[in-house]
């Protein structure tokens, strides 16, 4: 009898390695995501089952226990889970009206670590990624390039930049034509 094979999911940049010596890039690992909508009434309970506040002012986020929810409209969040929780299941449980899409096959992200992180990030963005400006905790929808990437300042020189993954390579390759800009 043949022996059964399981296969090992790999994430689109698995293996991917670049940077400079100010800048190091990182494809983040695996994790699950849902992109959710709900009316303002509705996010008090929606947050109590989450198990953390879902933020409501704008560039906000609030991370808890391997979670974490980016807004990224007047009733639009990113959920992100690296701990291999259920989000789609704990929306549901919340007993409100909302709407949510589980995007955690279509996402990936890369960690943009670093003095110069902010440096190789505007090689393909001009926004102003200063502390004062972007301080961490920030978070924004923006244009990378030619694509659509969420940004996100997790401490004062690392970013995560969540990107479709059909654009992945694409936003892999300008952060490392920018790392090795920042790095002259």
Known sequence: MAE???AERKTVLSGYQGGSAKVRLTPALP??????????EDVGALST???LKLPVKPRASVLSKGRTAFWIGPDEWLLIDEKGGDLMADCAASGVAHSATDVSHRNTAIIVSGPASADA????SALDLSLAAFPVG??????FGKIEIVLYRVEAETFRVECWRSFATYAFGML???AQ???L
């Open 121 to 124: 990030i505007n090689a393909g």
């Open 49 to 51: 089952s989450l198990g």
């Open 138 to 143: 920030a978070v924004t929808r923006t244009v």
């Open 4 to 6: 059964p094979v399981i």
């Open 176 to 178: 490392s034509e920018g």
């Open 181 to 183: 800009d920042a790095s």
């Open 31 to 40: 994790a699950g995501r849902v992109v959710l909508r709900a009316r303002a």
